[in-house]
Each structure stands twice: as structure tokens, then as C-alpha cells.
T-cell receptor
Framework: GENVEQHPSTLSVQEGDSAVIKCTYS??????FPWYKQELGKRPQLIID?????GEKKDQRIAVTLNKTAKHFSLHITETQPEDSAVYFC???????????FGTGTRLQVTL | DGGITQSPKYLFRKEGQNVTLSCEQN?????MYWYRQDPGQGLRLIYY???????QKGDIAEGYSVSREKKESFPLTVTSAQKNPTAFYLC???????????????FGPGTRLTVT
């Protein structure tokens, strides 16, 4: 099955700084690359995703970049705000089934 | 946040008892999933179903069972064979995988199960 790793496991940044979280995966057939955000005590929610035919996608302060050759994709958050504090999960999809494989998560803390 | 519900929010059981967690969705999604989340860990897939009357094992299916008799419902039974059942259980649903459709999974609020 797919082997997914996220780095770093924890990340602390000052408000206004940028944050980058990297996700590596093992299956070269992976074709869909989402990032989910889970605030404390809440359910995970999709914040951005990218497909294998695209290298980068941006949505306001967040962006995802994909390097299929190296089998990794990254979440970029600019101008971080306290409400960005949460756990972020990558969850690449492989093959024709709809299931995702979640990484172990990155806890982002944005300090004032 | 609406569209997919789980009940109850908290559940307490004695060791050796089976317990069934409810998951219902009104999003008209074909696919449904059950995950287990332990402190400091990611979401691990227990079972998933891509269509009514069909389901597949995920990465940690041992000690669990599911059924998918209706499109809207995907209950999970935690059996006495599950060695460490205490965890946070999340249900999710998504559109079916049919060429170009979104694979976004919508999550329920979760059920926190404690077995003593």
C-alpha cells in the first residue's frame, strides 16, 4: 500500500511568517493530492487539492506544489494568522478506488 | 458542517461488549468511509464502501465489521475482538470515483469511544 510521510510533525511560526509542510508518498501511480485541516476538537476539512497534471495551485494565502518525479507535494501558507493553528494532513490517492491515505499530521502553531 | 452525522458523540462500553457506531449522510454520496484517529496520529482507514451492498477492508479492519444496506447509512461495529477499541472514530463520505469528479471527503463530527 501507499506509504505517506509528513514533515515536520510540529511547526511553530510567528504571525505573518510563512509555513511549509512537506508530504512524501511512495506510489508513483498516485494521482490526487489533497491537504486537510483539523482544528482542535473539530472534523477534518479539505483546504486545497491538486491533480497529477498540475504543478501548482493557489487559493489566497494557501498553495500546494507537486513534484511527481520526486514523489512529494507541499502545503504553503503565507502571512500566517492565529486561526491557521491546527493539524494539517496530506492524503494522496492512488489508483481507481476513491480511498485516501492520510499522513500522520503536522501540528502548526501560529504565535502572536 | 451539515450533511453527515454521527451518533452518539461519546460512547462508553465495558470490555467484551460489541458496540455499533452510527453514520448517516444526506449528500447523495456513493462512497463512505470509517477512520480511526488516535492521539498524535493520523487517520487510519478501517473500512470503506464505494457503492451500496459492497465494502472493502482498509488498513486496520481486524476487530471491526460494517454493512452498507442503504446509500445513506454505513454503521460500524466494534467487536470484542478489537484489542484496543478506545479511540476517536470518524466517518466520511464522497462522490463516487467517476472520471474527473471531486474526491473530497466530507467528515462527520466523530464519535469518541471509551472501553473500560
Amino acid at each position: 500500500g501507499e506509504n505517506v510521510e509528513q514533515h515536520p510533525s510540529t511547526l511553530s511560526v510567528q504571525e505573518g511568517d510563512s509555513a511549509v509542510i512537506k508530504c512524501t508518498y511512495s506510489d508513483s501511480a498516485s494521482n490526487y493530492f489533497p491537504w486537510y485541516k483539523q482544528e482542535l476538537g473539530k472534523r477534518p476539512q479539505l483546504i486545497i487539492d491538486i491533480r497529477s497534471n498540475v504543478g501548482e495551485k493557489k487559493d489566497q494565502r494557501i498553495a500546494v506544489t507537486l513534484n511527481k518525479t520526486a514523489k512529494h507535494f507541499s502545503l504553503h501558507i503565507t502571512e500566517t494568522q492565529p486561526e491557521d493553528s491546527a493539524v494539517y494532513f496530506c492524503a494522496p490517492k492512488t489508483g481507481t478506488a476513491s480511498k485516501l491515505t492520510f499522513g500522520t499530521g503536522t501540528r502548526l502553531q501560529v504565535t502572536l | 458542517d451539515g450533511g453527515i452525522t454521527q451518533s452518539p458523540k461519546y460512547l462508553f462500553r465495558k470490555e467484551g461488549q460489541n458496540v455499533t457506531l452510527s453514520c448517516e449522510q444526506n449528500l447523495n454520496h456513493d462512497a463512505m468511509y470509517w477512520y480511526r484517529q488516535d492521539p498524535g496520529q493520523g487517520l487510519r482507514l478501517i473500512y470503506y464502501s464505494q457503492i451500496v451492498n459492497d465494502f472493502q477492508k482498509g488498513d486496520i479492519a481486524e476487530g471491526y465489521s460494517v454493512s452498507r444496506e442503504k446509500k445513506e447509512s454505513f454503521p460500524l461495529t466494534v467487536t470484542s475482538a478489537q484489542k484496543n477499541p478506545t479511540a476517536f472514530y470518524l466517518c466520511a463520505s464522497s462522490k463516487s470515483n467517476s472520471g474527473g469528479n471531486s474526491y473530497e471527503q466530507y467528515f462527520g463530527p466523530g464519535t469518541r469511544l471509551t472501553v473500560t
